[in-house]
């Protein structure tokens, strides 16, 4: 088992590459990771899924929040407000912020054609 003094630090797009693959692993569909450094002050990276279910979208969740510990990350609080918190979960790492949506939000947000400019980053 290794501690701490002895990893490597892992640079952000390694940490928002992880996410993903988690995300992936866990039967996240159409997972997308996109570098939007240059385009904005606030974030580095965009990790967005569609979930099927509340309870996929829970597990998936509960499997972020292990790796966010894991990986001395924190969470950020947000104030975002939605009317059925199933459709849309964002996780604020800071940095990073992954979005975990449903069919029918991820089609109306669009946040790929949103950030068109961002780089689209291979898995």
């Known amino acids: 088992m290794e501690t701490k003094e002895n990893t490597v630090e892992k640079t952000t797009e390694q940490k928002a ?24 002050s606030w974030a580095d990276y965009f990790v967005i899924a569609t979930v099927t279910s509340s309870a996929q979208q829970q597990g998936l969740s509960k499997q972020i929040k292990d790796y966010i510990k894991a990986n001395d990350l924190e969470i950020h609080p947000t104030n975002r407000r939605s ?16 979005h975990l949506m449903s069919e029918q939000a991820r089609e109306f947000y669009n946040l790929e054609k949103l950030w068109f400019k961002g780089k689209v980053i291979s898995l």
Do not use: F, H, R
């Open 17 to 40: 590459i992880e996410i993903a693959k988690l995300m992936e692993d866990g039967k996240g569909k159409d997972v997308t990771l996109i570098d939007i450094s240059g385009l904005n």
């Open 83 to 98: 009317p059925n918190g199933d459709d849309w979960n964002l996780i604020d790492l800071g940095n990073i912020v992954v």
